[in-house]
């Protein structure tokens, strides 16, 4: 088989292995049962959540067997630490393993939280090699699946467990542990680097995969809305779940069809059928004439840095988290404010605007997400049901930022990211407040789970790109995990504080149920919501210039 049917092969792969690496977000749905089972307050079962997000802190460790052991090991090896991790919670709720304490749990959280990281680097790996032309496009794909992980968690266990609580949270922890190995397992022979080739950007395949993850993301999000989803069967969902998972296998049979097409037919019949063909592929999918392809016009516009400072790219990533595969790759320029290590990073006052905006945006929305099962069960709603719909909103949260990237990220309708971020936090701090309102349909708290999961998505896939243009690519994996280390420190910081506010509106049982629980606490994540897009705003300002020059 040609190297580009593996290169999509293992692209289909790593979506795969997205889909279903968000193991943290089923924690709102078990949560509740646990909290019983364990006799703990809501402090320590808040203390829980934080453990899955602590996981991110020794997120290095996996950037170091990359660069000692093959792929596929360390894939096997990360997917392991989540077998364990989950597994003997689910032993625990079975009552197999009797003598679990809550350091145990707390431990076995954050291995399991740590697990997602060693998948994530590999997956993140292999796309950047496998495709250096279309880094942020790939990157943005697959990614978006991640946000789909609770949907799928959620549709399988409708399926298999319908009704009983408790049969639900054990299987939300068995599919949690199972699952993630299994796949890794079936996909660990094709992820892997495949040695790139000067050649055209696929868009032609990349469009026919970006249709399906729409039409994916649409999938989930009907299937979230409560009228849409009464009309589905739970195992009509469940199943065209899968059947959407499947369909980007299209591109790689594809691609190994074409291949095999050449050897079968013979040259001089074939050779008019490609010739056509390339020509339309030109014409209608590059959208540019024949003139200024012959004439390279299109190629030297793209390699011309128009930035301050322009870095020079061969599809590489950081020592810290590659190895020594031997890639030859097509070069690529991108322009980037400064090229800077963490050192003089963590002196920059745009650094610290960009870490708070962070805190205030992401961060606080993972703490929302965490809560959602407490959340929902002080409203008398479905914990399922809101982290489903959070997971689909998510998802396509994700996946927007690369569309808007793809077809505008070289016109002059280029959006500056930071002008994004500022339009996508304040609807969240919106979003907070209209969770005060008390409405006995829930339609709010339905409605402002989607727009939190949406936004908190969107900056998420943004930020990757954002991190690279304000402080460069050299030290990019050691820049980036310092601005995401305030995860696990908000966390703890929001999910503590909401936790103390419930356990003082709660009864003498510790549980709490009215809009009352967490009234306060909205009215804190708003106000810190709003206080980090006026942050926002300002990064934006001293970044201006900098984005108004690349559309010049």
Known sequence: MPRTFLQWLSLVAIIWLQSINGTNSNFPAYSSQLKHLLSISQIQLNNLAFASDAGKLFGWLSG????????????ILGSALGLIGYGLQYLFLIGRVSNLSYGAIFFLTVLAGNSICWINTVCYIVTIRNFPLDRQLAIGLTGSYLGLSAKIYTDIVDVVFPYSAMERARAYLILSSVLPFTVSVVSAPVIRVINAIKTDRPKAAFIVILVITTATGVFAVVGSLGSASSNLSPLTSAVGMAALLIAPLL?????????????????RILNRFINREEKVYIEEINNVSMDNMESGVKESRESISISSISVEISGELTESSIGDDNVSETNEIISVMEEIGVKVMLRRFSFWLYFFVYLFSVTLGLVFFNNLGQIAESRGCSASALVSLSSSFGFFGRLMPSIFDYFFSRSQYMIPRTAFVVALMAPTGVAFFLL???DSSELWLYTSTAIIGVCTGAITSISVSLTTELFGT???????NVVVANIPIGSFLFGYLAAIVYHREGNAEGKCFGIECYRKTFVLWGTLCFMGTFLALILYARTRNFYNSLKS
Do not use: D, S, Y
């Open 64 to 75: 170091i067997a990359a660069n000692c052991l093959p792929m596929w090991l360390v894939l």
């Open 251 to 267: 591109v790689p049979l594809g691609v190994g069809l074409r291949h095999q097409t050449r050897q079968l037919v013979p040259a």
């Open 474 to 480: 050299k030290n990019f994996g050691i820049n980036h």
């Open 436 to 438: 005060l309102i008390n």
